[in-house]
């Protein structure tokens, strides 16, 4: 991992260490395999002897096996053989493989005993002669079949009648008393038994039956017993008896507790994460998570290891938009409850609401109890902990609290699922138009409180992902140090030029909020003296005029609301804007956006209406004509369609050139200049040309 926490595995669960519990766990387990060691060779092997090793698929078999084959191994007077029977099945084909198999691992002096090299080579002659003629058919360790030349017509022991019965007969007794003679002896693993077809089953269990006869050997069975009484049970016979039968004893594996996995997981997780590239780890969540919702949902080191391979890709296909602790969370889901987690799409809306308005509809409570009794169905008690942990907005649904949109923000700060674009780019590995890479914030607000650096990172932003940008910068200037206020504000305001003005949408703010959300933020970490002074000089350095009425917006007290300054700095505010507003030319006029509304701001305080001579020049007619337009939205009851129709901010504007003549007079000079080429027609002051034409005839729009 770089540039994040790391995984610090001795530090995640509180209480008892957690990393000692386990290694006592595993501890008992090599204790087990001691024992096990033990008593297979304390146990009478005279006649031979089969025991089991039992336990669920993935519950660690294999590894107490391999414990067990290592103690008996270190011992001089037994010779350890692991068999491989998945390349062959029938009873006839596996007992010759298995007889040439044990006496191709016997001839390898080199790994025989000193105690056992004589007797084991002999017993190897012997017992390659009785796998040549069980059959011409040769088997071979990772082959199927080689032939042995014309003698390949011939083929099981079907055709081991008459004479040849006798010599057969003869060969089993000779290696009987070869293998009773034997100054130790030999233990044969077949591991994964439960992993094979129903009749390979069968036939591995025929092979230990009639061979387990055979002094000196010990078989030891690895399987679940469950899947292998399922497949041993006919209508004679049941799998539990027949077992019964051939077993001589049976240890069971004990199953994994949870907190065995632990280090597991932990370490494994450390080791899969290195190097990758990934979004915020949050050490302070965590624990909670890995405890009880990722811990609980593994049994086997099996289903671990899958989980561990799984982990890097996830990662690497997410990179740094979705917060670490929520992928492992959901990796782990949809290794262990895939079904769960292919909910997660159709349900993202109830999972992770949006910010929009929520508006209920007629199927909307029917799909919530459904999508809970299905989850609780697939999870069981593993539902509460995931929607808890990773959804807490969906808690309400399962009895738990409620969350307000307000806790919408600080999710999408640490990029957690619970946000709905968050988990959204996790369902589908993309991001939406206009959406900023979580890279993109995360270094804008970085340079919080330096203002040249602010200046220079968001000058590097696209225009297209500025807005998203800005808005998703607030959660990270709530409790900003009071010395980074100003200069942060400052260089937001700066981009005030770049954004969109005015609303999109039934429900959305106007563009110019991108802006004015971070800096109300920042402003509100003041008060009193403090606030006051920030916000002046904040002002003092805006460059321009509409910036200026859109700080006194957020600044400024209202007759329902006091404002972060007092009334009297506010109406010194306002004197300084009228001011400038008249000192400005036309050039500088011509520059400013919502320039309508400026000059009613700047001028609401004179007398009689605020006509100023630069306002009949043809480039401030068009600023004054394009500042009019507004979007009104509407929508009707039961649709989801919003229709919006630009109108003219009619009487403000004929206010601001004292009466409809003197408007007129101007919107002459503009066609004027319009024809000569000295202002250029563009879209938007069409659309406001369009709609003067329509007021000017006396027409006004339908009241809402």
């Not at 200037?477 to 003005?501: G, K």
């Not at 040309?689 to 329509?694: G, I, R, V």
Request: hydrophobic share 45%; proline share 5%; charged share 25%.
């Amino acid at each position: 991992m770089t540039g994040n926490e790391s995984i610090n595995a001795g530090s995640l669960l509180s209480g008892d260490d957690p990393i000692d519990d386990a290694s006592q766990d595993l501890l008992q387990r090599a204790d087990l395999a001691d024992a096990f060691a033990a008593e297979i060779r304390r146990t009478s092997a005279k006649h031979g002897a089969v025991v089991a090793l039992t336990g669920k698929w993935g519950s660690g078999k294999t590894s107490l096996a391999n414990l067990t084959r290592r103690a008996l191994d270190a011992v001089d007077e037994v010779y350890v053989v692991q068999f491989n029977p998945w390349f062959f099945s029938g009873t006839d084909q596996l007992m010759r493989f298995f007889f040439d198999e044990l006496a191709g691992q016997l001839r390898d002096g080199r790994r025989l005993k000193d105690k056992l090299k004589g007797a084991g080579r002999t017993v190897a002659e012997r017992l390659g002669r009785y796998a040549a003629a069980l059959s011409p058919l040769k088997f071979v360790p990772g082959a199927s079949v080689v032939l042995d030349g014309a003698s390949a017509v011939a083929a099981g022991t079907s055709m081991l009648l008459g004479e040849e019965q006798g010599t057969i007969h003869e060969q089993r007794a000779q290696l009987t008393e070869l293998l009773g003679k034997l100054p130790g002896r030999i233990v044969v693993f077949i591991d994964d038994i439960d992993r094979l077809a129903q009749q390979e089953i069968r036939d591995v269990f025929r092979l230990a039956r009639l061979t387990g006869s055979f002094p000196n050997i010990v078989y030891v069975l690895c399987f679940d017993r469950e899947v292998v009484e399922a497949a041993l049970t006919d209508e004679s016979v049941k799998g539990s008896a027949y077992l019964e039968k051939i077993v001589k004893m049976s240890v069971e594996v004990p199953p994994l507790p949870a907190l065995a996995l632990f280090p597991v997981i932990a370490t494994g997780l450390a080791q899969a994460l290195d190097g990758i590239e990934c979004g915020p780890f949050h050490a302070a969540r965590w624990p909670d998570v890995l405890a009880q919702l990722i811990l609980p949902m593994f049994s086997t080191v099996r289903d671990v290891k899958r989980y561990l391979a799984s982990v890097p890709l996830a990662v690497r296909s997410l990179g740094t938009e979705v917060n670490l602790v929520d992928i492992l969370a959901l990796e782990a889901l949809r290794v262990r409850f895939l079904a769960a987690h292919a909910m997660l799409p159709a349900a993202a809306d109830l999972l992770a609401p949006a910010k929009t308005m929520y508006r209920p509809s007629m199927d909307r409570a029917p799909r919530e109890k459904a999508f809970v009794e299905e989850f609780t169905g697939l999870l069981n008690d593993h539902a509460q902990p995931v929607v808890r942990l990773l959804f807490p907005a969906a808690e309400r649904l399962f009895g738990g609290q409620n969350y307000g949109s307000d806790w919408i923000p600080a999710w999408e700060r640490d990029r957690r699922v619970a946000c709905s674009t968050v988990l959204d780019f996790y369902l589908h590995r993309r991001l939406p138009a206009g959406r900023a890479p979580a890279e993109c914030v995360e270094q804008v607000a970085a340079c919080i409180g330096n203002e040249s650096a602010l200046d220079e990172v968001l000058g590097q932003v696209p225009d297209a992902l500025l807005d998203d940008t800005l808005k998703r910068l607030v959660p990270h200037c709530r409790d900003a140090p009071e010395e980074t206020v100003l200069p942060t504000a400052a260089a937001l305001m700066r981009q005030l030029p770049r954004v969109r003005l005015g609303s999109t949408g039934m429900y959305s703010l106007g563009g110019e909020w991108a802006v004015l959300s971070p800096v109300s933020v920042l402003l509100h970490n003041l008060v009193g003296d403090v606030a006051d002074h920030t916000v002046r000089s904040l002002f003092s350095g805006i460059p321009s005029l509409y910036g200026k009425v859109l700080l006194l917006d957020i600044a400024a007290g209202r007759a329902d609301k006091q404002g972060l300054i007092p009334e009297e700095s506010a109406q010194l505010l306002r004197q300084e804007l009228a001011s400038q507003l008249r000192t400005a030319g036309p050039a500088d006029l011509a520059g400013e956006r919502m320039l309508l509304r400026t000059v009613l701001v700047a001028t609401a305080d004179t007398d009689g209406p605020p006509v100023l001579e630069p306002v009949f020049d043809a480039r401030v007619v068009a600023r004054l004509l394009e500042s009019a337009v507004t979007p009104v939205h509407s929508q009707t009851m039961g649709s989801v369609a919003v229709h919006t129709e630009k109108r003219l901010v009619w009487a403000s504007l004929v206010n601001v050139y004292g009466g409809e003549a003197h408007l007129a007079e101007a919107v002459a000079s503009l066609h004027q200049s319009l024809q000569e080429g000295t202002v250029e027609l563009n879209e938007d002051l069409a659309t406001a040309l369009a709609l003067y034409e329509k007021y000017a005839t006396g027409w006004r729009p339908d009241e809402l």
